[in-house]
């Protein structure tokens, strides 16, 4: 029988039955393409940055001065000797990089098209995947040999998710448009859940009803436009379309005010995004206008209503509802302090 | 239980009767068990939380009908009321001050087609605020068992309005004049003493009371005309 030493509160098990320590290579994702990533806790690859192959780098310490190469695989367990064994497990290589400096941290780039036909999304054809990513210090680029503790996974350390998302969001429905003459709302349905914001697209130029639209596509409503093609990309609408951006999830509508409209009618378009940066297609078109309005107010000055009413401000301070708060409140507090006293 | 007594108790229980002052007698078992303690906290103010319908009256003037249609509020307002006069089982005598709010929404219409209602939000808001004297009768509750209180209430109220569309502010200011009011109540202490007790032990509580009031706000002809008489139901305490 093997003799086991024991330290105060350590078990060492017999090196046959040793559990799977964890890796020594820290690993840290910096960038995908342009945009810096290195302080988000959950990091999506999203359709743009796959379909324009970026390049999603990642930095690793602690790399193993004796190794000559970095092997990144993705699955659930990449460190056994039988990784690149299919009928083993579900390990895939992605690609190598030379340990070239080995006094520096280590540059490890993985292109965007790689790590999609890793996880089955050739071709950055829709679908998500969230990855396990593995980084095996080795001597010879998948050979299969044991690396030991030298390796690194990811997400790790603060990224709590990492996702391959190539599904952009289905366009909003039911949108409608309405009238006024500062307030014109316009109003949309949603089912997605991973939404970041929408896009509201106002066309100034609208068409008749009818009429052609830009991609050939055409308006079922009350108006058409030539540059809002309802199932076109947004990525199509010309960057002189002014839009308004909305960062509510859940958001079901938007009121434009006449400085947004810019004339008497428009044609707008909504567009989902979601939190990986996926775009949907335009929504279906729908009108707004703006037209002259009378309010309750208006109409009670028309009747005979007298507007000079009420105590209004004429030197003295103008109340304000926040007075009667403050009068509520003393109220309160007078007769928590006579219950007290009693 | 009796006790046992010793053989001398007779000649010590007659020099004690000698010492002691007249009136004092012996004590039982019984007697030496503390009487149940009787607790009232004191009542020192009654609050009310109500609501009720209330459409501001503007005379001629169609326009809130033809903007806000039926809509009635509802106007939700909290009264608070520092007794100062407690006949106690009859009657109380209080000041009070009291705060509202209601809201009316609509949509602007066309100007070139009235008949066309457009999208667009248009909103009427009240805030009134009251000063008053109240006037409570609890006698047919507390001495004879009949659930009902009744309160009569005068003073002034100082409203505050706000008409407002598109999102923007169009008009606002004070409508100002008398307010009274009338109030049945029901009593709740009177199905429930033991409960009534043990709110008062626990939360000070001394009465609650489920009321139904009438009341009439006359603002002065100077003011916006947004009075109305209407009625408020809800939920009183007395503490």
């Excluded at chain 1, 009928?87 to 006094?103: H, L, N, Q």
Aim: a negative charge; hydrophobic letters at 40%; aromatic letters at 8%.
């Amino acid at each position: 029988m093997l003799a086991v030493p024991t330290c105060v509160g350590l078990t060492t098990l017999p090196h046959a039955a040793h559990a799977q320590a964890a890796g020594s290579i820290l690993v840290f994702l910096t960038s995908i393409g342009s945009e810096d990533v290195s302080t988000l806790g959950e990091v999506s690859v999203g359709l743009e940055a796959c379909e324009s192959d970026a390049e999603i780098k990642f930095e690793l310490d602690q790399v193993p001065a004796a190794k000559s190469q970095i092997d990144v695989y993705r699955g659930s367990d990449c460190t056994k000797t039988d990784r690149d064994d299919p009928d083993v497990g579900t390990c895939k290589f992605i690609t190598s990089a030379p340990i070239e400096d080995k006094t520096l941290d280590l540059q490890v780039p993985i292109r965007a098209s790689d790590l999609a036909s890793a996880v089955g999304l050739e071709g950055c054809k829709g679908g998500t995947s969230t990855p396990t990513l593995w980084f095996l210090a080795v001597n010879d680029s998948q050979s299969n040999e044991e690396v030991g503790t030298d390796y690194g996974s990811f997400p790790s350390g603060s990224v709590t998710e990492f996702e391959i998302d190539a599904d952009p969001p289905a366009p909003p429905g039911n949108v409608t448009g309405g009238s006024g003459e500062n307030q014109i709302p316009v109003e949309w349905d949603s089912d997605e859940t991973d939404l970041e914001e929408f896009i509201v697209f106002v066309d100034s130029n609208p068409g008749p009803a009818g009429a052609t639209g830009a991609d050939g596509g055409t308006s079922d409503g009350d108006c058409s436009s030539s540059v809002l093609s309802p199932g076109a990309a947004a990525s199509g609408v010309p960057a002189s379309v002014h839009r308004r951006t909305l960062t509510e999830r859940s958001a079901t509508g938007i009121d434009l005010s006449a400085d947004d409209i810019d004339g008497d009618a428009a044609a707008v378009a909504v567009v989902a995004v979601d939190n990986a940066g996926n775009e949907s297609k335009l929504s279906e078109l729908a009108c707004v206008e703006v037209v002259p309005t009378v309010g309750f107010w208006d109409r009670y000055q028309e009747q005979g209503g007298d507007a000079d009413t009420g105590c209004r401000a004429s030197g003295a301070a103008r109340r304000t509802p926040l007075s009667a708060l403050m009068f509520a409140l003393t109220l309160v507090a007078l007769a928590w302090r006579t219950r007290r006293r009693s | 239980m009796n006790r046992a007594l010793p053989s001398f108790a007779p000649a010590l229980a007659s020099l004690l009767a000698l010492a002691l002052p007249a009136g004092v007698h012996a004590q039982s078992d019984e007697d030496l068990t503390p009487t149940e303690r009787s607790f009232v906290s004191p009542e020192r103010f009654t609050t009310e939380f109500r609501i009720g319908p209330y459409e501001p009256d503007l005379g001629n003037n169609d326009a809130f009908r033809e903007f806000f249609g039926d809509d009635v509020g509802p106007l939700f307002s909290f009264e608070l009321d520092v007794i100062a006069l407690r006949v106690p089982d009859a009657l109380y005598l209080a000041g009070a001050g009291s705060i509202g709010w209601a809201n009316y929404d609509g949509h602007t219409r066309d100007l070139t087609n009235f008949d066309v209602e457009t999208s667009e939000e248009t909103s009427f808001e009240i805030i009134p605020l009251s000063l008053l004297a109240v006037l409570r009768i609890d006698a047919l509750a507390r001495q004879l068992g009949v659930p009902f209180n009744f309160a009569g209430k005068i003073g002034y109220e100082w409203a505050h309005w706000d008409a407002e569309s598109g999102g923007g502010d169009d008009a606002d200011g004070w409508s100002q004049g008398l307010l009274w009011g009338g109030q049945v109540a029901l009593d709740l202490d009177t199905f429930e003493p033991r409960q009534a007790r043990m709110l008062d032990e626990e939360w000070g509580i001394n009465h609650s009371f489920l009321f139904f009031e009438i009341f009439g706000f006359e603002p002065s002809r100077s003011s916006l005309e947004i009075g109305d008489v209407a009625w408020t139901a809800g939920l009183g305490f007395v503490m």
